[in-house]
């Protein structure tokens, strides 16, 4: 099944513990993105990949990190995460210049 | 990306079509018009594109005013399944850009 997993799905943290969120797509899309949902605000990229070792930020990048080693997984580091981060992250993915991507299910982060 | 309007809120009952309107008035002439929605607890999912012509897939057709500076997405016949947030959003896929502006949103309720 073609799809886009995240883990963990739920995430309680405290302030300063570096934390990964790992997202993995199986459907071989060279474009990959991260997202944050917070009330009133929508969804907001934090940081994309057109593909392996090509990263860049998007509206939101500050306090967080991204790696893209294998075309298939795309983590989100928060090195030292902080209140203001918490919310409802999504991992996306996509062919370049498709018009369709696929999110994964999401994953609740709480720092407190 | 040019920005999109939408209504809060709307109600419909099961099993009657729904149209979920769209203001862009600021749409460019490569700005294609996609839809997606979010059900309850789970990332967005991708529903229909257009650019010109009215489209038809198997979720929901696409109207596209001939100006294109309104869209509505309709919902056949609607079903306790389809309460999600819809959201209209306008991507310039040939600029190369793959990043989603996602507004706040049509929040649509099914009742029985």
């Known amino acids: 099944e073609a799809q886009v997993t995240q883990n963990p799905r739920y995430l309680i943290t405290v302030t300063g513990k570096k934390l990964t969120v790992t997202c993995s797509q199986n459907?071989?899309?060279?474009?990959m993105s991260w997202y944050r949902q917070d009330p009133g605000l929508g969804l907001r990229q934090i940081y994309y990949?057109?593909?392996?070792?090509?990263?860049d930020k998007g509206d939101v990048p500050e306090g967080y990190k991204v790696s893209r080693k294998e075309k298939r997984n795309f983590p989100l580091i928060l090195e030292s995460p902080s209140p203001n981060q918490t919310s409802l992250y999504f991992c996306?993915?996509?062919?370049?210049?498709?018009?369709?991507?696929?999110f994964g299910p999401g994953t609740r982060l709480t720092v407190t | 990306d040019a920005k999109t309007t939408q209504p809060n809120s709307m109600e419909s009952n099961e099993e009657e079509p729904v149209h979920l309107p769209c203001n862009h008035s600021?749409?460019?002439?490569?700005?294609?018009i996609h839809w997606y929605r979010q059900l309850p607890s789970q990332g967005p999912e991708y529903v229909i594109h257009?650019?010109?012509s009215n489209v038809n897939n198997r979720m929901a057709s696409l109207a596209i005013a001939e100006d294109r500076k309104s869209s509505t997405l309709i919902l056949h016949r609607a079903t306790l399944r389809d309460a999600a947030v819809y959201y209209c959003?306008?991507?310039?896929?040939?600029?190369?850009?793959?990043?989603?502006?996602f507004g706040t949103g049509t929040q649509l309720k099914v009742e029985l």
């Open positions: 996306a993915s996509s062919l370049v210049r498709s018009y369709e991507q696929y």
């Open positions: 990949s057109m593909n392996v070792e090509v990263t």
């Open positions: 257009g650019l010109t």
């Open positions: 959003i306008l991507r310039d896929v040939a600029g190369g850009g793959n990043k989603l502006t």
């Open positions: 600021t749409i460019s002439g490569t700005d294609y």
């Open positions: 459907m071989n899309h060279e474009y």
